[in-house]
């Protein structure tokens, strides 16, 4: 791994993380923006951030590839970044199989192993429905576990284009169900269950709150969604419109364009994702386009301030509010998507899963 922290010392950027915000309303929406830790650029690229897009493009083949074209297979293969446990405390992992309406469904389970009964969060990797694995999410997972002394079960749901909607779904559905009912053997209080998951894992967590709400389970206390995606229809909507002048660019234009695009030249997911068209419209797939978004569980959306998913994420977080619902927004200012996948080489993703514990902690802290 390329070590791209010159200057600073990684702990005192996530400790600058702490303080350095400001809280800011946008569309009737209050959004607490995580500035750049050394820096007061606006409408910049952090620099680590700014760097490693640099060494990427410089490492770029020099003949233009359309990764859309290439093999699922090799394109999962790119998926991933090497990253850093920051843990202090011993977290125990467990591997575990356990069973869903599907079959089995792996899963590994990280604990400080305390005493007492302990908040869950069930996690569900990245990687656009067809890729992303336990591993790349692990030391963020393990890094959530102990931050907010709770017990996160990551869950290592089927794949599209294999397993089309809605069988990844509900092998994650499947599992918030089996913590529940086995949460006892994992020292977890039943009544403290969250969800949490990045990209396309914050769509699946947004789809099982909505069911667990739909099917009146009540299983599900929280959810923490990290630069989710919350639609896929292609069809032109009253809730989010995609445009790129939104976006505060001041320098570094083509290099903050091209890495808000990135996503675009990505296989269509939507083709992957779903067997019909008409499957984009449905809540558990395109959350954002729910006709009732009351009574679902606290909230925490975080986005990325250059990343193609945050508008509709902060849409998300607006809609959810004008319901009556619970919303903590946090936007990490001058980074990209995929940021957790760098804990331990961007301060932004430790301080994600601090922000995270800390909802958790609040929200059980009298229960």
């Not at 990245?126 to 869950?155: H, I, T």
């Not at 995609?242 to 976006?247: A, G, K, P, Q, R």
Request: charged share 25%.
């Amino acid at each position: 791994m390329v070590n791209i922290l010159t200057n600073t010392d990684y702990r005192e950027l996530v400790s600058l993380m702490k303080e350095r915000f400001v809280m800011k309303e946008e569309k009737g929406l209050e959004i607490k923006i995580k500035r750049i830790p050394d820096s007061d650029a606006s409408g910049d690229l952090d620099p680590r951030v700014k760097e490693l897009l640099i060494q990427q493009q410089q490492n770029k083949p020099p003949i233009d590839i359309d990764i859309s074209q290439l093999p699922i297979e090799t394109i999962r293969s790119f998926m991933g970044f090497e990253n850093v446990d920051v843990t202090v405390e011993e977290i125990e992992t467990t591997y575990k199989t356990i069973e869903g309406r599907n079959g089995k469904i792996p899963v590994r389970i990280y604990s400080q192993l305390k005493g007492q009964q302990m908040p869950a969060i069930v996690f569900f990797h990245g990687g656009a429905f067809f890729g992303g694995s336990l591993k790349a999410v692990e030391n963020f997972c393990k890094c959530l576990a102990e931050k907010a002394e709770a017990v996160v079960v990551s869950v290592d749901y089927r794949l599209a284009p294999e397993n089309k909607f809605p069988k990844g779904f509900h092998d994650c559905y499947d599992s918030v169900k089996w913590v529940h009912e086995h949460a006892n053997e994992f020292n977890i209080h039943p009544d403290q269950i969250a969800v949490s998951g990045d990209s396309a894992g914050g769509n699946l967590s947004a789809a099982c709150a909505l069911m667990d709400r739909d099917l009146g389970t009540n299983m599900i206390k929280l959810q923490a969604l990290i630069y989710p995606t919350v639609i896929l229809s292609r069809e032109i909507n009253e809730y989010f419109t995609w445009d790129l002048h939104e976006y505060n660019i001041q320098n570094n234009h083509k290099l903050i364009e091209s890495t808000i695009t990135g996503l675009l030249e990505l296989p269509d997911v939507s083709k992957i994702y779903s067997e019909q068209e008409e499957d984009l419209l449905n809540p558990y797939v395109s959350p954002l386009l729910a006709n009732d978004l009351s009574n679902l569980p606290e909230t925490v959306i975080i986005t990325a301030e250059y990343d193609y998913l945050r508008l509709e994420g902060e849409a998300y977080a607006q809609r959810l509010s004008q319901a009556g619902v619970k919303v903590k927004t946090i936007r990490y200012n001058g980074i990209d998507h995929a940021f957790i996948d760098k804990i331990g080489i961007f301060p932004q993703a430790e301080d994600c899963a601090e922000e995270i514990a800390s909802s958790i902690k609040q929200l059980f802290k009298n229960n």
